[in-house]
């Protein structure tokens, strides 16, 4: 494998930096155990007409598109492929309410047209023109990785093209409560975002770039054995890294999978990303956009405690619930 | 470069016509239509809007693969045609790397729309167990894990093209040598949610549809489940078993012209099937049948047409809709017409399209309406065009 991830688009708990910009210095804390998006301005990239009738999901996923295809100088991908857990939630919930409500009679078709797991790779399709590949991964907490894998086989096929690729969640009401019921969120907070970036067989002329060699995944396994699967992989390609993105949480049912990451590289620096974005299925990839924002401006935000990374490989090492996932990147500096 | 194509070796199908493969099979055969009215699915509706609906309960369906009928009854559709295509397989696969791909649009939504008005009442009312399952990639876990697909597996959501693409990406993964083998396609069972959801779109038709048909007046919905055993060329050594037919091809594209109504041109549709066709190395003039997308809606039926006019001009080959036989099974129907296809090609035979009496104004070709046997038929070019634009063309041929 051997993919170029660039130009990242966040909607996320922590606004991106604007240029030559610096990370808010203080943590984000969670309210009633949750932590939402801080939702920008969208009117600097979506018309008031159009984001009249937009879902949070939507908002954030047209959003962060438009964000990431600015920075790269593209109007528009040549595919797109995302991941997505729960699809669009606050759309699902209003039209069961109104149906069980109204015992099925007189309802109207916006929420439900909206409820589909493809609405946001469908409307990024619609606003940017794009008539290209498209799809949309559900996969739990996998649909991240999952639409990655997407998009490199689609461009091993369509060498030089340009993917648009990434996750998000969003967090409602209901889903916390549901969620919170299940355990999800044992002894951590819940979060929201959307992460994306663009990934291309080749690297970008300016800009940097993280070159991702290695995407290895565990699922349904304890913790203790997705880790000794994993670095198994990861060791087979790559020597010790510079930095290590980590996906722990205040969670500790999961410690086994990051106790055996910090007993193999004890030495590593390890930025625990979910601090400022909360716990949900694709966080890893608000986790990944971010890394490529650290190293567009430099800096890597507060609360991650390590030094933006100029040279040498990256680990992302993560897990949502039983689905585990390790990414092998090395650094591509452009600047 | 591509190690092996991907060799179609076996088939799971669970429909309104039949539990399996070969019942399903006779129903295309004799023309037996599975729609009519809702009798499981409880709902408001269930005299005025004709289903395609699975007549067995959930318990049913959980005894043909062993599952618990505490599931959904998404990932009970799932299984049951799971349990027949890798029956035949799952000793003989030993020490293969098997993935399993599929596909759903409506989750664990038929327990959790039950659920969900006691929950609104009070957040604490109701068992965990009616939602914990609630999400796509849930369902897919449910029958991995009982299957013991460990390698990988995947869920795909993309309205009606969701397991057409579920095997675009296995095809993909077989012949870029990352997989042996891949179960590929997907399930989706009726639900309230689903049933209202596209009557306020008013497009379901309150009689037994009919695609294609200058008449037609929408669709009907469906559920059931559709898979292919795909197997590289080293597999089929192995498990001893030969290849029914192969995927030459596939595409997706995206129409990007409205959330729910394709284009007057169908400009999606036609690059999804010219794409196909490439990936292929084949001209249209090599396609012995079309399984048409075809749900009987004003609008598909008329994109689709048009679209399939554009690449094929005046020499359209036959071309029928199978979905008046089960209906619209929505993230199920690219398997469920895969497996159709599958048997397009094993057995020389096209199925016609049901209930069809009156020509469209707009296109000149018709589709079929009869049974063709003892055809030649080399390659097929399966589509399915789903909302949010997404639209995917299969193509499989004769090995």
Known sequence: MNVFLHAPGTVCAASAPGNGGSWQSEALLPDNNRLPVVEPDYTQFIAP????????????????????????????????????????????????????????????????????????????????????????YVHRGLSTEHALINAWL??????????????????????????????????????????????????????????????????????????????????????????????????????????????????????????????FATAVSVGVAQLLQSMQTGNCPSWWNVLSPRTGNIVVWNNYLDCYSCWVLSVVDNL | MIHSHAHIAGTGLLTAIGPDTASCFESLRNGSSGIGPATLLSTHWKDELPVGEVKLSNEALAALSGADPQWPRTALL???????????????????????????????????????????????????????????GAVTELVARHFGFRDFATTLSTACSSSANSIMMAAQMIEAGLLDIAVAGGADALSRFTLNGFNTLMILDRQPCQPFDGQRRGLNLGEGAGYL??????????????????????????????????????????????????????????????????????????SEGKAIEALFGTAVPPASSTKAYTGHTLGAAGGVEAVISTLSLTHNILFPTLRWQTPMEEISFRPLTELLTGVPVQHILSNSFGFGGNCSSLVFSKS
């Open chain 1, 49 to 136: 007409m159009q984001l009249r009738r937009m879902s949070k999901a939507v908002r954030m996923g047209v959003a962060a598109a438009r964000m990431s295809l600015t920075g790269a100088g593209l109007e528009r991908p040549d595919a797109l492929s995302i991941g997505t857990a729960m699809g669009c939630l606050q759309d699902t919930e209003v039209f069961l309410a109104k149906m069980t409500e109204q015992n099925e009679q007189m309802l109207t078709p916006t929420a439900f047209i909206q409820s589909t797991h493809n609405t946001v790779a469908g409307q990024i399709a619609l606003l940017t023109g794009c008539n290209g590949h498209n799809l949309t």
């Open chain 2, 229 to 302: 055993v795909l197997m590289s060329d080293k597999a089929l050594a192995q498990c001893g078993v030969p290849s029914l037919a192969y995927v030459s091809g596939y595409a997706n594209a995206n129409d990007a012209y409205h959330q729910t109504a394709s284009s007057p041109e169908g400009t999606g549709n036609q690059l999804a099937m010219q794409h196909a066709l490439a990936q292929a190395g084949l001209q249209s003039s090599d396609i012995s049948y079309i399984n048409l997308h075809g749900t009987g809606t004003a609008n598909n039926d008329s």
């Open chain 1, 154 to 279: 689609y461009l091993k096929q369509h060498p030089g093209e340009t993917v648009l690729t990434g996750g998000l969640d969003e967090l409602t009401a209901s889903s916390y409560t549901l969620m919170e019921r299940a355990g999800v969120y044992a002894d951590t907070f819940a979060g929201e975002g959307a992460g994306f970036f663009l990934a291309s067989l080749e690297a970008p002329t300016k800009g940097p770039a993280l070159q991702l060699t290695g995407l290895f995944q565990a699922d349904g396994v304890d913790p203790a054995e997705a880790a000794v699967v994993l670095l198994q992989r990861v060791k087979e390609i790559s020597g010790t890294p510079q930095l290590i993105l980590s996906g722990q949480t205040t969670d500790n049912r999961y410690d086994d999978f990051y106790a055996a990451a910090e007993e193999q590289w004890p030495e590593v620096p390890k930025a625990q990303f979910k601090n400022g974005t909360g716990e």
């Open chain 2, 78 to 136: 799932s299984a049951a045609a799971v349990h027949e295509a890798w029956q035949p397989f799952a000793e003989a696969a030993q020490g293969l790397r098997c993935g399993f791909f599929s596909a759903n649009t409506v989750g664990g939504m038929d327990l959790t729309e039950s659920f969900y008005p006691a929950f609104r009442q009070d957040p604490l009312a109701g068992n965990n167990a009616s939602f914990i399952n609630h999400e796509c």
